[in-house]
């Protein structure tokens, strides 16, 4: 049978305050705040800005072990499961290989780095 009355949408929190975006009388608030969504434009120049952001920060040895460890644990487990090794062989060749990613991790950053702080300094022409 059919419902004959509507159901009503929950409104609000428990307290049954409706909380709504802050606005900005002046203007200068970012398009977020103002409750409209951004346009094309705008997202997209907010994510090249973003973009040059990470490119132009230097590399870190933090990233360069994460990065390192990530690729470590994988090759454990190619080894463990394509060459039928033993747990043991593959988590012992994989920290011989940390030992190896890291340093080569970091170096290959630091030169794409230097290379594009170098071909950013150039004029273009």
Aim: a positive charge.
């Amino acid at each position: 049978m059919a419902q004959t009355k509507r159901k009503r949408k929950h409104r609000g929190n428990a307290a049954g305050i409706v909380e709504r975006p802050a606005h900005n009388s002046r203007g200068n608030a970012p398009a977020a705040s103002k409750g409209r969504p951004k346009t094309k434009a705008e997202v997209r120049a907010d994510s090249q800005r973003r973009r040059q952001e990470r490119m132009n920060r230097p590399p870190t040895w933090k990233g360069a072990a994460q990065r390192a460890g990530v690729a470590a644990a994988l090759f454990a487990v190619l080894i463990t499961i394509f060459f039928k090794e033993s747990v043991a062989t593959s988590v012992a060749l994989a920290f011989f290989m940390l030992l190896v990613y890291i340093p080569l991790s970091y170096i290959t950053d630091r030169s794409i780095y230097n290379w594009r702080q170098k071909k950013s300094a150039q004029p273009r022409g």
